[in-house]
């Protein structure tokens, strides 16, 4: 008879296994077959929008993979993996030198001797960076000192909206390596302010002190093409599949951004009028995605560009459905309760807020929230029953940890605190922010 931990272990094993399994049926219903390691083209489900199927699967291997490493792996072995990691600075050389798109004109593979001189950089650091990230499947070296492009490494392209997100993401480590400081400092430690976050600390720091939502042209392009690579890797694009679209008949896209949710569903639900409203900057830079990604929207007058500060105004009224987007883990609490209480508002009595975030899943969070429930979902507040019917439909087996065992939400969280002092939540704290008691200021029970 196997002991309890021995147990746990073989039920990861299954796991593995099964979540395995799913993914490689889901490759093959395409009629393409499972993708290989060193594939040097995209495989046809990579480019799909609705792959919810396949991500579920993918959330469990990983979860199940991480914690069996974890378990059989010496604790001091598990402890040094968590810092000995430079994968990302290896794929900001990559993106910032364009490797990628060098590569991608020479299919047979280049010389570092080659990609080098077209890179500028010196062959023999090149070479060491590639080969690490080959390790991971991202390249491939096909003999000695010739590399080539694979089905990862395409991602880093700069046609790729992708490779745009890695760029804001460089910046990031300086402001996680001031976080203890942060947490010390008199006047940042309990201060949940925007311009209390790690970053303004660092940037003080190098005596700057400038706003992260104040850009310049390229940085704001830049910014909104990183929102469509974020859109694209959390798998954001799979909302209009998923939520009832044919019974209703205007949305208004709070925080816009270019497109990245209103194009894609304008384009599958032809009898939806659709807002835009963001920046006026944005709003601008928005209007020629359109004309360049859905001119015929724009023909046919089914989208409307409307300017919005959402922490000093409402968005257009009376629309059927009011949708947030990566929007509220960008705000402390104070902010957020603001933007939800300017889209209340402007909503009707038939209006709906739906808020696409990532939810965090505690370990003793109260019942009534759910403590095991997915860790990205779409909730339309006001109908939290729903919500509880869509959490036990996604509870992970055991013995996986929360979240599935995905450190992916945590992680994101982490960066909401260290670039904005904003957060991701739990359902619980998502009610809390949704339901406080009617007041000028505040939401009446969106």
Not at 5 to 25: G, H, Q
Not at 234 to 259: E, F, K, R, T
Not at 337 to 364: D, Q, T, W, Y
Request: with cysteine.
């Amino acid at each position: 008879m196997m002991e309890p931990n021995e147990l746990k272990v073989e039920a990861l094993l299954d796991i593995i296994n099964s979540s395995a399994r799913k993914a490689m049926a889901e490759y093959k219903n395409t009629q393409h077959g499972v993708p290989g390691v060193d594939a040097g083209t995209f495989h046809p489900l990579d480019l799909a929008i609705d792959t919810l199927a396949l991500r579920k699967a993918i959330r469990l291997l990983e979860g199940a993979c991480e914690q069996l490493n974890t378990i059989l792996a010496p604790p001091q072995h598990t402890v040094y993996n968590f810092v000995n990691n430079y994968n990302w600075a290896c794929i900001d050389v990559a993106v910032q030198s364009r490797i990628a798109d060098v590569l991608d004109k020479h299919p047979e593979g280049l010389s570092v001797d080659v990609l080098a001189d077209a890179v500028n950089l010196d062959k023999t650091k090149i070479a060491r960076v590639l080969r690490v990230l080959a390790l991971r499947g991202c390249f491939k070296e096909v003999k000695r000192d010739v590399f080539t492009n694979t089905r990862i490494s395409l991602v880093l392209k700069t046609t790729n909206n992708v490779g745009f997100l890695i760029k804001t993401q460089r910046e990031i480590p300086k402001y996680a390596a001031v976080l203890y400081e942060t947490m010390v400092d008199q006047e940042f430690a309990r201060s949940h302010k925007v311009e209390r976050a790690p970053r303004a600390f660092a940037l003080r720091k190098e005596g700057k002190n400038n706003s992260f939502w104040v850009m310049d042209d390229e940085a704001r392009d830049i910014f909104q093409k990183a929102m469509m690579g974020y859109s694209e890797i959390q798998g954001l694009s799979v909302m209009p599949h998923h939520y009832p679209w044919d019974n209703v008949s205007s949305v208004v896209d709070v925080g816009s951004g270019i497109g990245a949710m209103s194009i894609p569903l304008a384009k599958m639900f032809p009898h939806l009028r659709i807002t835009n409203q963001d920046l006026p900057e944005t709003i601008k830079l928005s209007r020629n995605t359109w004309e360049t990604n859905a001119p015929e929207v724009l023909l046919d007058g089914r989208v409307e560009f409307v300017p919005l500060n959402f922490l000093e105004e409402s968005p257009v009224v009376g629309k059927d459905v009011y949708y947030l987007r990566s929007i509220i883990h960008d705000w402390p609490d104070e902010e957020s309760m603001v933007i939800l209480h300017n889209v209340r508002k402007a909503m009707g009595p038939n209006s709906r807020v739906l808020i696409h975030e990532c939810v965090l899943s505690r370990a003793f969070e109260g019942p009534d929230v759910g403590a095991n429930e997915s860790s990205e979902v779409s909730l339309e507040c006001g109908l939290m029953a729903k919500v509880q019917s869509y959490i036990q439909d996604h509870k992970a087996p055991e013995p996986t940890l929360l979240n599935f065992g995905s450190h992916t939400t945590y992680q994101i969280d982490m960066a909401m605190w260290l670039v904005l002092n904003g957060k991701e939540r739990t359902l619980k704290e998502f009610k809390d922010i949704g339901q406080v008691p009617s007041m000028p200021g505040y939401i009446d029970d969106v």
